[in-house]
Nanobody, 116 residues
Framework: VQLVESGGGLVQPGGSLRLSCLASGFFFSDYVMGWARQEPGKGLEWVSG???????YYADSVKGRFTISRDNAKNTVYLQMNSLKPEDTAVYYC???????????WGQGTQVTVSS
């Protein structure tokens, strides 16, 4: 099982990035996908994800700026991040979960730094 994030980097405030998470080793369509982030010295914060019914959720801090999407044909989940702020700086992790069988997978993370 692998979740490989990409697309992080350094961006100026107000800029955009698109994160990708390529999944392998499990049946992607059966899993709820999400994104979480962690700032240095702080706990994990859920940013966005899909509910089991396919609807999406967003943390209040990113609503209206971030958009999650998935392409089951490509085994990939995306996080489009617009109007980035310095407080969005964190390591972003991809998560795959199948609650019914207790599977919970994480990627290695990708660094996003928002700074002028």
């Amino acid at each position: 099982v692998q979740l490989v994030e990409s697309g992080g980097g350094l961006v100026q405030p107000g800029g955009s990035l698109r994160l990708s998470c390529l999944a392998s080793g499990f049946f992607f369509s059966d899993y709820v996908m999400g994104w979480a982030r962690q700032e240095p010295g702080k706990g994990l914060e859920w940013v966005s994800g899909f509910y089991t019914n396919g609807s999406t959720y967003y943390a209040d801090s990113v609503k209206g700026r971030f958009t999650i999407s998935r392409d089951n044909a490509k085994n990939t989940v995306y996080l489009q991040m617009n109007s980035l702020k310095p407080e969005d700086t964190a390591v972003y992790y991809c998560n795959a979960k199948r609650v019914t069988i207790g599977n919970d997978y994480w990627g290695q993370g990708t660094q996003v730094t928002v700074s002028s």
